[in-house]
């Protein structure tokens, strides 16, 4: 699929006024993520790459948004939410079991690793997941689909929206202080705000456009 | 660059970060542990906030503690919503019953100024009946307050948060003009408008807690879109940058990074002070009076959590109410796409408002709702997706591409109380040694009327405005209350209009937690109203010696 937003690079706006300097140290320290875990075995490694892959594709025409390392960062560094459901335990140990679960849920149904098996097997397996349809020992007391909920989802989707990346593809403007917005009313566009490609024609305008988006 | 807030108390040595001055401070005088001071107050927010002014400015010796840091707006907040979860309020908490609320960025900030320096600035009157929802409406419970006093404070309250609002408010009683001009609508709340007219129901732009002209040291909002992550301007009239400073150059105390653990009761049925953990250590504040405003999860925790033998089940808990009747609001939204660009980002989220449903009772269930526009950031915008719609995977990220051409009405809805939904304490324990907050809350029936009721209004009026796609985001709640509520009678009430506790005079509560019920607007405005109140009400009484 064509970029919605094409040449579109908040990273762009990084010396403008839209952005201040504690935001540059943050999103400086979000790019330099360290890409080996800190707290997964590397069998769980594995495991949580490919779910990564099946939760949020990424395109193979870019550096991929490096999912993984985002989720073991957040447990490795204590952040937490603010609330636990009863029936769930701590997130370490939630992502711990809940990986054991799929893998052994994987080695069940199909005789092989999760990180082995076809994105339609995968993608099953989810399913089940999501739908509260996966059992076994390995879980213990925690039920799948409260795990799916409120640790795979959140985990990895809230890190793959907080990166510039997808930013991008999504045209959000991304950081703005202190410039902020001035064109605020129904299709009113900032000069610093991404341009959109109309299917077809507008695509080469916007592409020039998005590269002078700063 | 400024050191890091978390590392260590910046209200220290006779000063406090002047948060609108890069590296500046102002003055502080400061008290000793060991000098009774006239008064404590736990929790530095909507209801702290202006209660430490108040008392200062009246001439009591007061010391503010929040468990919180003391943010530098300008140096400290990035554009960024991961980032700025630093603040909230995300120790562990745990959550159940048949609706178990999402505790954190939606209902809980840990910060000098509270819940305020990440609220939405949505700055709303009750309606006057809800102060007697049990006598004049049907339902819930009445008010020990006077809805034509509380229209004073509500005035007061708005100018003192120098309130950016329409020049005529289309609901309710008749209200002195706003301080500072209505904002400008963005595409979001554009639509809104459009959807009200269709439907033949008023709208309004928002009165909100952001300024729209230049007003003492804060600058005009510059419409950056990131309000619910702190402002990094000092546009919003956060209690951090209004009754904070106040009450500094009034004289008062703040202790930052300064978590309460205790209430100390003495052998005459008193309390003496607080124990409270700053610097690694453990101290003990001595103190004539103790306020307790750290909203409707800490402050029953802390009452619970400071039984004695002669208080086996808390402190100001006669009643059997410390912990009970919490109430959330239904925060349940409606979503669609449009064929124009929206960029409903832009500017502060909550533009413009309808509060019809609040004033019109042709309904068939009790209380009432409100609806504004919406503007969720990325990070908020996947979980909505996600939670309402099941999304992950491509579908996912084809629906996340739309985002600039979504809209979106989403509701502030009254809960009812109900004492089944509550906060205990659980067995495990915080990083202070405190055992921490269950939250247990489930969804009546008259709730989840009033819910389908809102969704299938805003539904009809982003259908008026021809958006398309459109789909419910149908768990979702924000705002708490309830918890210590006040009341006429010692046995049905935990304080009293005062928000004096009946069993211990010189305990005091007095935040969110005090609201017998809820009602169907953004709470914050009502809550500041009180604590000026309050704060008013013991210089009366302390006149009269009846301290």
Redesign the interface.
């Known amino acids: ?1 064509a970029d ?1 937003y094409p040449s579109y690079d908040v990273l762009a706006k990084r010396w403008t006024e ?6 540059r ?3 400086d320290r ?1 790019l330099a993520v360290p890409r080996e875990p800190r707290f997964f075995s590397a069998t769980e490694w594995r495991t949580l790459g490919a779910l990564c892959d ?4 990424q395109p193979k025409d870019r550096a991929p948004v490096p999912l993984p390392a985002y989720v073991d960062q957040k447990i490795a560094n204590g ?9 769930l335990p ?1 997130q370490d140990e939630a992502w711990r079991q809940g990986l054991a679960g799929l893998e052994a849920a994987s080695q069940e149904a199909h005789g092989g690793s999760f990180h082995t098996l076809s994105a339609e097997q995968q ?1 099953g397996l ?1 399913h089940c997941m ?1 739908h509260g349809e996966l059992t076994g020992a390995a879980w213990g007391d925690m039920p799948c689909k409260l795990f799916f ?1 409120h640790r795979v ?2 985990d990895i ?2 890190a ?3 990166h510039p990346t ?2 991008n ?14 064109r ?6 900032d000069p610093w ?2 341009v ?1 490609a109309a299917p077809g024609k507008e695509e080469t305008q916007a592409r020039r456009k998005n590269s002078h988006v700063v | ?1 400024s050191s890091d807030p978390f590392a260590h108390p910046r209200a220290t040595n006779g000063r406090a970060p002047d948060v609108f001055k890069r590296g500046g401070w102002v003055p502080m005088r400061q008290f000793s542990d060991a000098e009774a001071v006239d008064f404590v107050v736990v929790g530095t927010g909507a209801g702290g906030g202006p209660l430490l002014a108040g008392l200062a400015e009246g001439g009591f010796s007061v010391v503010g503690f929040d468990a919180g840091p003391y943010f530098r707006p300008l ?9 700025q ?1 630093k603040l ?9 019953g048949a609706n ?6 939606k209902n ?1 900030g840990k910060a000098v100024g509270g819940s305020t320096v990440h609220f939405a600035m949505v700055s709303l009157r009750f309606r006057p009946e809800w102060f007697k929802s049990r006598s004049v409406l049907g339902y819930g419970a009445d008010w020990p307050l006077d809805w034509r006093e509380m229209w004073d404070y509500y005035t007061r309250a708005e100018q003192a948060l120098s309130i950016s609002g329409p020049l005529s408010y289309p609901w309710g009683p008749k209200r002195p003009r706003y301080p500072c001009r209505a904002h ?4 979001a709340a ?2 809104l408008a459009r959807g009200a007219e269709a439907m033949g129901i008023k709208w309004t732009p928002t009165p909100l807690a952001t300024v729209s002209a230049p007003h003492g040291r804060s600058p005009p ?6 309000c619910r992550f702190g402002c ?2 000092n546009a919003k009239q956060s209690q951090l940058v209004t009754f904070i400073p106040r009450a500094l150059r009034a004289g008062a105390e703040i202790r930052d990074l300064a978590m309460v653990g205790r209430i100390e009761m003495g052998p005459d049925g008193r309390v003496t002070g607080v124990h409270y953990h700053r610097g690694g250590h453990w101290h003990f504040q001595k103190a004539r009076n103790v306020i307790v405003a750290g909203y409707a999860i800490e402050t029953p925790r802390l009452l619970l959590a400071s039984a004695t033998d002669r208080y086996p089940d808390g402190l100001a808990n006669s009643s059997g109410l410390v912990g009970k009747n919490l109430m959330t609001q239904s925060n349940q939204a409606v979503f669609g796409l ?1 064929q ?4 409903w ?3 502060p989220p909550s533009l413009a408002i309808t509060e019809h449903w609040n004033y019109d009772d042709r309904k068939d269930f009790a209380g009432g709702y409100c609806w504004m526009a919406q503007g969720p ?3 908020e ?3 909505i997706q ?2 309402s719609r ?1 999304l ?3 579908a ?3 629906e ?5 051409h979504q809209v979106g009405l989403k509701m502030v809805g009254e809960m009812l109380p109900d004492e089944r939904n509550r906060v205990t304490l659980a067995d495990e324990k915080d990083r202070y040694g405190l055992r921490v907050a ?2 247990t809350y489930g969804w009546g029936d008259n709730d989840k009327a009033l819910i389908e009721h809102a969704l299938g209004q805003m539904q009809t009026s982003l259908e008026a405005v021809g958006a398309t796609d459109i789909f419910r985001q149908e768990d979702d709640t924000n705002h708490l209350a309830g918890t210590a509520r006040m009341g006429d009678d010692p046995a049905m009430s935990v304080v009293n209009a005062d928000c004096r506790s009946w069993d211990i005079p010189n305990l005091w509560v007095c935040d969110g937690s005090i609201f017998p019920t809820t009602g169907g607007v953004n709470p914050s405005l009502t809550i500041t109203s009180i604590a000026m109140r309050t704060a008013d009400r013991i210089r009366t009484l302390a006149a009269r010696g009846e301290l």
């Open positions: 699929m919605r839209s952005w201040n300097e504690v935001t140290k943050v999103i979000r099946r939760i949020l594709p952040r937490l939410d603010g609330y636990r459901y009863a029936k701590q993608d989810l999501q909920e989802i959140p989707t809230h793959y929206y907080a997808a930013w593809e999504i045209g959000f403007g991304g950081p703005a202080s202190p410039r902020g917005y001035v605020m009313g129904l299709d009113r566009r705000e991404a959109e | 660059m140096e400290d907040f990035a554009s960024d919503e991961l980032e979860e909230y309020w995300t120790d562990e908490r745990v959550v159940d178990p609320i999402t505790m954190g960025g809980s400008e609508l963005n595409g554009q639509l909002c510059v419409y950056r879109g990131f990094s301007t449009m124009q660009e929206v960029r980002n832009k500017g950031l990325p990070v915008w996947v979980t996600t939670s099941g992950w995977g491509h996912l990220r084809d996340m591409e739309k985002y600039n269950r939250v």
